[in-house]
């Protein structure tokens, strides 16, 4: 059974910092591309960062290149997500994605990031 699970979501001010995590099981984890994904209200589901070739290589939206960090632990199956210098506009509920190697995809069920002062 595959799973997903988002933590370290919440409420900062605008400059401020968040760490989220997503811990996975029931996949190769090592082997998949991992990704983030935000959504805020009343929009669609945009890319924000993703980690592949087991952590060697990255790639990140434009709007979050610089301030955001995705890493990985392969020992732990945990993505993470380092948010600085966090915007208003940066609000939504962050999603992490599995893009397994035979192309299975798996969504966890989001954290809610609020960014407001």
């Known amino acids: 059974q595959v799973q997903l699970v988002e933590s370290g979501g919440g409420l900062v001010q605008p400059g401020g910092s968040l760490r989220l995590s997503c811990v996975a099981s029931?996949?190769?984890?090592?082997?998949?591309?991992m990704s983030w994904y935000r959504q805020a209200p009343g929009e669609v589901r945009d890319f924000v960062a993703s980690?592949?070739?087991?952590?060697?290589?990255?790639n990140y939206a434009s709007s979050v290149k610089g301030r955001f960090t995705i890493s990985r632990d392969n020992a732990k199956n945990t993505v993470y997500l380092e948010m600085n210098s966090l915007k208003p506009e940066d609000t939504g509920v962050y999603y992490c994605?599995?893009?397994?190697?035979?192309?299975?995809?798996?969504w966890g069920q989001g954290t809610q990031v609020t960014v407001s002062s």
């Open positions: 994605n599995a893009q397994t190697s035979s192309y299975y995809d798996y």
């Open positions: 029931g996949f190769s984890f090592s082997t998949s591309a």
């Open positions: 980690s592949f070739n087991g952590g060697r290589s990255t």
